[in-house]
């Protein structure tokens, strides 16, 4: 079956940089675009962007252009979120997602606290 | 950005009750790339219906959605009590995704 497990909890200071793994199996990684979204703490789901696990084709939030980029590594089936210039309001769970108009798999999510 | 609205914030029911839970979107939104996920607390989102009507792998019958255009509507026929929780409604188009801000059904 479809699993995606997503590297470990993170805190980080203001200002700085995270990078956030998202490893799948249980399918061609290269079929399936890969969507991030995070979720601060008590409040909704926010849909970051998504990057083509094909062809390497990738769209961001606005909210998010010039600070966030997407990259897969296709040999290990692995997707990457880099956030920079880290704000205490970028705290939040990070997820991975398998698909790009919709998520029929998840990651099981990535806490990120930035804090000083 | 397409603006989803979703209503009400929170349903109260019980067990055995009917719920309708609505989903506007500020523009139209392509049927194929509507969908609606329930989320528990601790745990990642998951999709219930997508293409606005399917179902998903899984997902019991007692589930289902209806809409087009700017209105979407998700209905459980009869609550069971696994099925108190928040659930988001979300579309994707012009390249971009938005999530409403949810409806939570508590009992």
């Known amino acids: 079956q479809v699993h995606l497990v997503q590297s470990g909890s993170e805190v980080k200071k203001p200002g700085a940089s995270v990078k956030v793994s998202c490893k799948t199996s249980g399918y061609t990684f290269k079929t399936i675009a890969i969507t991030w979204v995070r979720q601060a703490p008590g409040q909704g789901l926010e849909w970051m962007g998504w990057i083509s696990a094909y062809n390497g084709n990738k769209q961001y939030a606005q909210k998010f252009q010039g600070r966030v980029t997407l990259t897969t590594d296709t040999s290990t089936s692995t997707a990457y979120m880099e956030l920079g210039s880290l704000r205490s309001d970028d705290t939040a769970v990070y997820f991975c997602?398998?698909?790009?108009?919709?998520?029929?798999?998840w990651g099981q999510g990535t806490l990120l606290t930035v804090s000083s | 950005e397409i603006v989803l609205t979703q209503s009400p914030g929170t349903l109260s029911l019980s067990p055995g009750e009917r719920a309708t839970l609505s989903c506007r979107a500020s523009?139209?939104?392509?049927?194929?790339?509507l969908a609606w996920y329930q989320q528990k607390p601790g745990q990642a989102p998951r999709l219930l219906i997508y293409g606005t009507s399917s179902r998903a792998t899984g997902i019991p019958d007692r589930f289902s959605g209806s809409g087009s255009g700017t209105d979407f509507t998700l209905t459980i026929s009869r609550l069971e009590p696994e099925d108190f929780a928040v659930y988001y409604c979300?579309?994707?188009?012009?390249?971009?995704?938005?999530f409403g801000p949810g409806t939570t059904v508590d009992f």
């Open positions: 997602a398998r698909g790009q108009g919709w998520f029929d798999s």
């Open positions: 979300q579309q994707y188009g012009n390249s971009q995704g938005t």
């Open positions: 523009q139209s939104v392509s049927s194929t790339f």
